[in-house]
């Protein structure tokens, strides 16, 4: 993937919407591929109308870009996005993101569902990500560094911007939808961890365990946007549950929690685009 296909990508969306910039990009995770089409003139894009758009493979992750109106704001939605543990390179599991930049979207707020760790949290709570761990020994940035997408070295000590994160608290509690925080840490998957890998990730500051978000944070604060993290916890991580993990479980509390989090996004996007 190259500069020029992220181009062609933000041109081709241009094109396809008629704006020719986006105000801000947000990533659905699993379980909440459907919210876009609630978005107020929402415009489908299938991902494989997007040139050198890579097309999840993963039953129940979707595959669209919509473009909608949020408070005034023109916004990018991704339903469904693909994961490294699918085999996709990194450039692949950024190039949405990268994408969304290059067509104008100052802010990426980035969603996800994970397992927790974290001392009080439970399966249902919705946290914000205040910072991450990337325990999987690869970044989307390895490789020659195209310059015109961002620096060689770029800066992570504010991933998660924290004057967005201040927003999210505020707009989360004037909408009365509980807001937790938490560090993420990726895990590669596709196995969920053992009881020792959550025990080694909660000592090292862990609440979250999760297996996307991260390499996105990265490529986006490459190219100098802003991001929001936001996770659902679908199941306590592994050995901190008494029960093993299923992807069943993972769906049910996703089915159950799919209301406030969409109250908290009808919430925060409005707010977020207009920041
Ligand atoms: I949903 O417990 C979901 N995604 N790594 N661990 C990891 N990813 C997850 C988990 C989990 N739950």
Same mark, same amino acid.
Not at 89 to 108: H, M, P, Y
Not at 235 to 247: C, D, K
Not at 261 to 275: G, Y
């Given at each position: /993937?190259?500069?020029?296909?992220?181009?062609?990508?933000?041109?081709?969306?241009? !094109?396809?919407?008629?704006?020719?910039?986006?105000?801000?990009?947000?990533?659905?995770?699993?379980?909440?591929?459907?919210?876009?089409?609630?978005? #107020?003139?929402?415009?489908?894009?299938?991902?494989?109308?997007?040139?050198?758009?890579?097309?999840?493979?993963?039953? !129940?992750?979707?595959?669209?870009?919509?473009?909608?109106?949020?408070?005034?704001?023109?916004?990018?939605?991704?339903? !469904?996005?693909?994961?490294?543990?699918?085999?996709?390179?990194?450039?692949?599991?950024?190039?949405?993101?990268?994408?969304?930049?290059?067509?104008?979207?100052?802010?990426?707020?980035?969603?996800?569902?994970?397992?927790?760790?974290?001392?009080?949290?439970?399966?249902?709570? =919705?946290?914000?990500?205040?910072?991450? &761990?990337?325990?999987?020994?690869?970044?989307?940035? *390895?490789?020659?560094?195209?310059?015109? @997408?961002? #620096?060689?070295? #770029?800066? /992570?000590?504010?991933?998660? *911007?924290?004057?967005?994160?201040?927003?999210?608290?505020?707009?989360?509690?004037?909408?009365?939808?509980? @807001?937790?925080?938490?560090?993420?840490?990726?895990?590669?998957?596709?196995?969920?961890?053992?009881?020792?890998?959550?025990?080694?990730?909660?000592? &090292?500051?862990?609440?979250?365990?999760? /297996?996307?978000?991260?390499?996105?944070?990265?490529?986006?604060?490459? /190219?100098?946007?802003?991001?929001?993290?936001?996770?659902?916890?679908?199941?306590?991580?592994?050995?901190?549950?008494?029960? #093993?993990?299923?992807?069943?479980?993972?769906?049910?509390?996703?089915?159950?929690?799919?209301?406030?989090?969409?109250?908290?996004?009808?919430? =925060?996007?409005?707010?977020?685009?207009?920041?």
């Amino acid at each position: /993937m190259s500069y020029e296909d992220i181009r062609a990508a933000a041109s081709a969306i241009a !094109g396809r919407t008629g704006h020719d910039r986006h105000t801000l990009a947000i990533v659905l995770g699993s379980g909440l591929a459907g919210y876009a089409r609630s978005l #107020p003139g929402a415009v489908e894009i299938p991902y494989e109308e997007i040139p050198g758009f890579p097309l999840p493979r993963v039953a !129940g992750h979707g595959g669209s870009l919509f473009s909608a109106n949020v408070g005034g704001h023109p916004v990018l939605v991704f339903s !469904g996005r693909v994961h490294t543990y699918e085999g996709w390179d990194l450039d692949d599991v950024v190039f949405g993101v990268r994408t969304a930049i290059t067509a104008g979207c100052g802010t990426i707020v980035l969603t996800n569902a994970s397992g927790g760790c974290g001392d009080g949290l439970e399966a249902g709570d =919705l946290v914000l990500i205040t910072d991450h &761990l990337n325990l999987t020994a690869r970044n989307p940035l *390895t490789g020659l560094n195209d310059e015109r @997408l961002g #620096p060689r070295f #770029p800066d /992570m000590s504010d991933v998660y *911007t924290t004057a967005l994160r201040s927003v999210a608290l505020e707009t989360a509690a004037a909408a009365g939808v509980e @807001l937790k925080q938490g560090i993420y840490a990726w895990f590669l998957g596709p196995s969920y961890e053992t009881p020792a890998e959550v025990q080694m990730a909660k000592r &090292l500051g862990a609440d979250l365990v999760g /297996m996307s978000t991260v390499p996105e944070a990265i490529a986006a604060r490459h /190219m100098g946007a802003s991001v929001v993290g936001i996770s659902l916890v679908t199941n306590l991580a592994a050995g901190i549950s008494p029960v #093993p993990l299923s992807h069943a479980e993972v769906q049910e509390t996703a089915d159950a929690a799919r209301e406030r989090f969409t109250a908290l996004l009808d919430a =925060l996007l409005p707010a977020l685009a207009s920041a």
